[in-house]
């Protein structure tokens, strides 16, 4: 009796996997425009960021009226928040997707990290709060690199991803100019109808436009495996990290270099804004200047880096500039020394780019997604770590603000809030120092590891828990883990 049940039971199933193929075969799925392309994929980052990056000036405004003492605390927390639960929630969406597809994580991705968007006018309050939460489903990226890694050969990965990511850039090189345009001349609450439109677009775009790319290269047996709780363990990657001792080097490097990258990324632009005394302007103008410098420095500067002084070399000099970016931010104590030391930031932004080269070269084919799942779960920690840190340090050293800087003076410059005048005149951004002290550390550690070496990173059942786990539409499992160059943040 129980082999006769197991026997009907087990061609149930195969019927039902069956059936779903024929379904999505036949069109049961919306397919889209078109055949499943990597253009598909760049209008919805381009979109979602743009409407991100229009926010940049009403955001930091609100933020200050929201929380007029410590600042720099609650964005360091909400951001650090967002961050964690980002960490702790990508590789189960990855995995979900792996099996139900990518199309409808597109939508649940994008719809939850635009939905604080319209909250913004209505309950600054639960604007932030949204904000802190939809980082569970603040993971468009991983999705979005799913999908290409659906699409494309592994040829041609390295440059669809590399597409994907300059879009991201392009996006926030021109949206924060325009919203903080509109938001001078007509009002912030025009500013946030156009980004909330623009997210709407998003979504119709993914609901009607965006063909599935997962059931051409799907097999029934695809719809019945189980997700593992390894799939789904954000710790999982870092457990193996221990395993190499050049793995080991390059993942604390890593890990001290891109943790105050992290943090300063959540809270510069509110220091330039309120600390610095920048104009709504001039912040905007700041981020413009500073994404064509990073995108002129990750494409022709490395290039020429790479063939003229070498891999190893590249790190180092990378992780040397933004030593002394982060210590001119700490010590800066007037506009144009922010400028300055953005066109050295700039340049800073070829270490990961260096570094995942460093690691393809070295690691074996089938060793890529091992190690650079590692390096992209050290970074998404950081993304939780790094904002909360910085928003300690600028609360313990009492960097807060009794009222905003003045939008212009006489002269037609920015004023410099009385606090800032008073006091931190040695140090006016303490975490940028600390961040100094941290890259320093990374740079020591780069120091060790060596340019050319053969890595080994994977255990004796690897072979075995690939066959197990992995899906056999991917080219590449456990998982295309490469990270994007820029993260899947907010601005």
Known sequence: MSQGGKKKKRAAN??????????IKDGGTPQGIGSPSVYHAVIVIFLEFFAWGLLTAPTLVVLHETFPKHTFLMNGLIQGVKGLLSFLSAPLIGALSDVWGRKSFLLLTVFFTCAPIPLMKISPWWYFAVISVSGVFAVTF????????????????????GLVSATFAASLVISPAIGAYLGRVYGDSLV?????????LDICFILVAVPESLPEKMRPASWGAPISWEQADPFASLKKVGQDSVVLLICITVFLSYLPEAGQYSSFFLYLRQIMGFSSESVAAFIAVLGILSIIAQTIVLSLLMRSIGNKNTIL???GFQILQLAWYGFGSEPWMMWAAGAVAAMSSITFPAVSALVSRTADADQQGVVQGMITGIRGLCNGLGPALYGFIFYIFHVELNELPMPESPAGGSVVTQYHLQQNSIIPGPPFLFGACSVLLALLVALFIPEHTNLNVRPSNWKKHCGSHGHPHSPQAPGEAKEPL???TNV
């Open 14 to 23: 195969r019927s039902i996997m069956l059936a779903k193929k024929i379904i």
């Open 142 to 161: 991983s999705v979005v690199f799913a999908y290409v890694a659906d699409i494309t050969q592994e040829h041609e990965r390295s440059m669809a991803y």
């Open 192 to 200: 946030v109808v156009l980004a909330t439109a623009i997210a709407l």
């Open 317 to 319: 000099l990378g992780l």
């Open 486 to 488: 820029l993260q899947d």
